[in-house]
């Protein structure tokens, strides 16, 4: 099968599970950032392995991972989402949101990095810092536009740990630019 299939050419997409909506709708636009953090992280972990932060780039690409997770539930109409949960795909839970704790208390303790005020990006000269620090921005925007998605399906039962977890994500992103620099 092509990547090309022309389905959104008259500016509709597919959710999962065959739903159609347009390409402007809100819901494409909170799965949409997502996916872009995601390809914002791949720099960063890429940058990661070049300066020999194997760990770090270890944990991006976990995390990676979890924002598969996002965007899957996000790309899922609320009306299909025991047909999601059926086909044994995960929901964003409070565990998802432990592991990132358990980072951040990792990071805090081991690499000692707290806060300590704001930065500027790049001013360090960690390539993977700097691409942290834009993944962090575009984390920012994301749990914005999952925001709005939530308070436009208010009547329904959106998941609020996907705000929690987006939120967490972007301090945990805020140290990892940190433990880049810190180890240039």
Known sequence: ????????????TDLMFGRRIPKTDIRVAAYGAVDELNGALGPAR????????????????????MLV??????????????KFKKAGHKLVDNEMIGDLDSLVDMIEKEKELTFKGWVMPGEKGSLAGAHLDHARTVCRRAER???DLAEAEAASDFNHEVVRFLNRLSDVLWLFARWAEVTE
């Open 145 to 147: 536009d999952v925001i």
């Open 1 to 12: 099968m092509s990547i090309a299939t022309k389905r959104g050419d008259d500016g509709f």
């Open 69 to 82: 997770t996002v965007m899957g539930e996000l790309a899922t109409d609320p009306k299909d989402l025991e």
């Open 46 to 65: 890429i940058h990661a392995q070049q300066e020999d932060l194997i760990e770090l780039a270890e944990h991006i690409h976990a995390i990676q991972r």
